[in-house]
Every structure is written in C-alpha cells, then in structure tokens.
C-alpha cells in the first residue's frame, strides 16, 4: 500500500463528475442503507490485521498520518467535510514542503456497547486510493446516547496494530488525529478487542496505558468540534485534557477540521514557525482566509504549551534553545 502518486487533477476530475451526475462520494455507505445489509467493509475490516505504512522507491521518506473520527450523531458532518478538502490538505502537506512523502489512512469509531459497525480503520496510501478508502466507510450515526464512545478501541488497534516505516526505521513518530465531541471510556474492553479486532488481550487495559502506548509511536492530538451536540461541555473537554493536556484542540468549526489537521503538522514538522506564517500557507493552498483563522485558534493553547515547556528546559539544561 501507499505506492502510488496523488493527482489533484484526477481527484478534481472526480468530484466534477460526482457533483455532475449527483453522486455520493460515500458509495457503501449508500450501498447498505439500499440493502440493509450492515457490515463493515471488507477493506475497512481491522479484524485480525495490521496495517502498514511503508516506505518504497515512489515514497522513500514516508510520514503515517491517521485520521479517526466518531460517526455517531452530530459527528456526522465530518467525514464529508473530510473528502470535499482532501485535495487541498494533500496539496499543504506536499508543495509547503511540510511532508514530502504524506500517506493517510482514515478510520471511523462508535461504540462497541451497542453499535452494528463500531470500528473502521483503512490502509494508508499515498493516492486517490485515500479517497476510495472514504467511499467505503458506513456512517452508522448511532451511539449510546451516554456521551462516551469508544474511542479507546481504536486507540488499542493504533498502539499495538500498525507498522510504520518513518518510526520504525527512522525514529520519526507518525501522526494520529482522532475527532469526536463524546468521551472515552476508562478501559478497553478484552472483550471488544477479541470481537472487533480478533486480538487476544491480556484483560481490560486503561485508557491512560494505551495512550501512553500511542504516544510513544505517534503525535497524538485528539480534536473536539465545539459546534456539535457535546463538543462545549466542559466535563467531555476536562477528560481529554486529563488524557492529552494542550493536545486538545477545540475547534469552533468542524468545516475547518482539515485546516487544523494539517496546521498541526507543519508545527510539529518545524516547516512554520508560528501560527501567522501558518495561515499564510493554508490561504495559499486554497483554503479561506476566515478557516485558516480558525485552525489557528484551535492550536493556540497547543503552541503555548510548547513554549511554557521550551523555557521550562532551556531554565533547567544550561545551554538548552527555548525551540522544542
């Protein structure tokens, strides 16, 4: 996976022909709701595989970069706010210079206590098969209904099923955004490891453990759209700042998901050095002045952290930059 080339003439030829002939981009989601055989896709399928973000002679500096979002209820926007700017988030990370070699993989979450289809993860790839992989997600849009989903599962299939060359090889963590506006819940559940991911764990694992684990692999940030049904509650908000502390990024406008996605990532890449040449650079590659804006809000806390940490070091180690 991930050899081929992404073409923004092709993915644009695409959604002309989509919005000519008023066609879905999400053709198996529609597939199921017409059959009303719900399952997950074969392809989206995480049950007893690995995936894997490898680097070839197209892409020899690969960078993972994972996408899971929550489906449930109000959640149901993102996705296709996803697909629509996809183009223009491949074009940042590439002619910016923030990644040469970006592959994504996108996966959906609900929850395992009661949802038909709660996990979906997607290979990662390098071209339009990344939006073949977004046509292939079931948008449930179920959920509890007790403000928890189970998000920590897919974090269980991140930390401990995925193989990825840029860290593997060379040292250098991936990327894993999740988006949801609901909370995990306190434990990954052995028996949802074994039904949805074929895996035999060792019992139930606390969510703060597998964070941890995925920390360790990946620049986890977990984005919460503050617009939706949960997303200003404060009690959603404070357990993912136990979790993840300034990786929390409230965004005051879900259409601006891709925006701060890939802002995030010019950060932690190095490739701008603050949030006003950023916006710059989202402007350029096609996004609105007023989305740019608003990716930047959603990391302010985030770059603040970054700097309270730099003089914490540079006051501790002699020598030390206040760059981190």
Not at 1 to 13: E, K, R, V
Not at 123 to 143: I, N
Not at 219 to 239: K, L, M
Request: hydrophobic share 40%; with cysteine.
């Amino acid at each position: 996976m991930g050899h081929s080339y992404w073409s923004d003439a092709a993915y644009q030829s695409r959604q002309n022909h989509r919005r000519a002939t008023h066609q879905t981009a999400f053709t198996y989601d529609q597939q199921v709701r017409t059959t009303g055989v719900i399952e997950v896709h074969p392809a989206m399928d995480p049950y007893s595989v690995t995936r894997e973000s490898r680097d070839s002679l197209e892409h020899p500096a690969s960078v993972a970069i994972a996408v899971i979002f929550d489906i449930t209820g109000s959640m149901g926007p993102v996705p296709r706010v996803l697909q629509t700017k996809l183009g223009a988030l491949l074009r940042l990370l590439t002619e910016q210079g923030y990644v040469a070699d970006p592959q994504l993989l996108f996966g959906a979450v609900g929850d395992a206590y009661c949802d038909a289809v709660p996990l979906q993860i997607g290979q990662w790839e390098s071209g339009l098969e990344m939006d073949d992989d977004l046509g292939k997600l079931y948008l449930e849009g179920g959920g509890g209904g007790q403000v928890y989903e189970t998000y920590e599962l897919a974090l269980y299939f991140m930390a401990r099923h995925t193989a990825t060359d840029c860290y593997e090889r060379r040292g250098h963590k991936g990327y894993l955004f999740t988006i949801g506006d609901e909370k995990p819940y306190d434990v990954v559940r052995r028996q949802h490891i074994r039904e949805h991911i074929g895996a035999a764990a060792e019992g139930d694992i606390s969510i703060r453990r597998i964070v941890a684990e995925v920390q360790a692999r990946y620049e986890y940030f977990h984005i919460i759209p503050t617009n939706t049904a949960h997303g200003r509650s404060a009690d959603v908000q404070a357990r993912w700042k136990q979790l993840l502390g300034e990786r929390v990024l409230l965004l005051n406008d879900e259409a601006a998901v891709c925006e701060t996605i890939a802002l995030a990532i010019g950060l932690c890449e190095g490739a701008v050095a603050d949030l006003g040449s950023a916006t710059g650079d989202l402007v350029h590659a096609g996004y609105t002045t007023s989305a740019a804006m608003t990716a930047a809000n959603a990391l302010t806390h985030y770059i603040g952290g970054r700097r309270a940490l730099g003089r914490m070091i540079a006051g501790l180690l002699p020598g030390s930059s206040d760059r981190i």
